[in-house]
């Protein structure tokens, strides 16, 4: 233990951090509207991922990074 010491060092202990947040949550509301989107989607076998129509892509190419980097489908854009 003193060699530790002498180096100018310690051990490590068990420890954790806990973070609190002070926001306010998820807005019911607009929770709801997204929920009752999504059903309605999922009714009508259309979502909207990860997949698009080929008139959806067209409608939303330059508009979104999407696929999003790091994904599979992601093509390097020409700026």
């Known amino acids: ?21 002070r926001d306010s949550g998820l807005d019911a509301e607009r929770s709801q509207e997204a929920e009752e989107r999504v059903q309605f989607w999922r009714s009508r ?16 190419e330059d508009t979104l990074d999407y696929p999003p980097k790091g994904s599979p489908d992601y093509i390097q854009r020409e700026s």
């Not at 991922?49 to 939303?60: A, G, I, S």
Request: aromatic content about 14%; hydrophobic content about 30%.
């Open 1 to 21: 233990m003193d060699i530790v010491k002498e180096a100018g060092t310690g051990f490590a202990f068990p420890s954790q951090t806990t973070y609190f947040s």
């Open 45 to 60: 076998n259309k979502l909207p991922f990860p997949e698009h129509e080929l008139e959806d892509q067209d409608q939303l």
